[in-house]
């Protein structure tokens, strides 16, 4: 692919992210006020604010492309967001998992789609954040799979695709001398 095609599928990847990023944290607020178990309410309220700094870190790297993110996907995502936390109350305890776990699949993909293109265009100092990002994707994805394997349900449901090994995401990259070390922004990007 040409450098300038990779940034394109960057730009685009990285704006479809950070509002869906929102959309996820909102449906998470609404997921885990309707537990009823403490731990599983903490786990998920945990799982928002992960989403909220994934948004805040893809924000920095749109920054420091000079891109702004778009509206039509703040206001998409804002919607999605807001009515699945509503649905959340209504949807008992495992459609909520289940669909969950579904998208949570996906998400761990585009952002291992997202540090190929940074590699490919030349901005090597995202690869790290971005892989990050895709391990904590996949580790949301193999929570939500664990919960919803734990239901009866499961066995007449069809399941997601099975992901990768989570060491597989970084697997192509191991060449680079960086990033072994734990994903991070470099703190003047986060900053600005
Ligand atoms: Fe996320
Ligand atoms: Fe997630």
Redesign the pocket.
Known sequence: MKRQDSRKGLVKLLQLAYSAEMG?ALAYRGHWHSLVTASERAEVRH?EA??WL?RREVGALLRDLAVHPRLSYEIKFFLIGSVLRGLCNLAGWFWPMYGAGRL?SR?YREYAQAADYAFECGQTDYVNCLLGMAE??WD?ECYFRGKVESHLWHKFIPMWEETAPKASIRQNYRFHQNLSSPASLPQSKLAA
């Open positions: 996820a799982i992960e989403e994934h949570e998400n904590t994707e949301h």
